[in-house]
Nanobody, 123 residues
């Protein structure tokens, strides 16, 4: 299986910046899509920013122009630079990765989540 470990997050004032990082580890895997989701109490988890294996990048409308996602395929990492943050960005942020892992004669899909990291933006 593939494990995701997140770092970053914390408390920031409105208008400030934070950077989240996520690293994937495991044996014999390849990642197609990698990105960040967030969730607030009582709401569904939503995509914040995502990257595809072909270089595709997409952002939620609410973060366009403020957040930047970057991915290092060689290191299997993804980062989210969050600028001009707003109180409504407050949420638990989760790293996500989807792809394949390989056995001796098998290839299986995986979808993994990080443990989540709290981001709080004070007004």
């Amino acid at each position: 299986q593939v494990q995701l470990v997140e770092s970053g997050g914390g408390l920031v004032q409105a208008g400030g910046s934070l950077t989240l990082s996520c690293a994937a580890s495991g044996r014999l895997f390849t990642i197609n899509d990698m990105g960040w989701y967030r969730q607030t109490p009582g709401k569904q988890r939503e995509l914040v920013a995502g990257t595809g294996s072909g270089g595709r990048i997409n952002y939620a409308d609410s973060v366009k122009g403020r957040f930047t996602i970057s991915r290092d395929n060689a290191k299997n990492t993804v980062s989210l630079q969050m600028n001009s943050m707003k109180p409504e960005d407050t949420a638990i942020y989760f790293c996500n990765a989807e792809g394949f892992y390989f056995g001796t004669f098998t290839r299986r899909e995986f979808r993994s989540w990080g443990q989540g990291t709290q981001v709080t933006v004070s007004s």
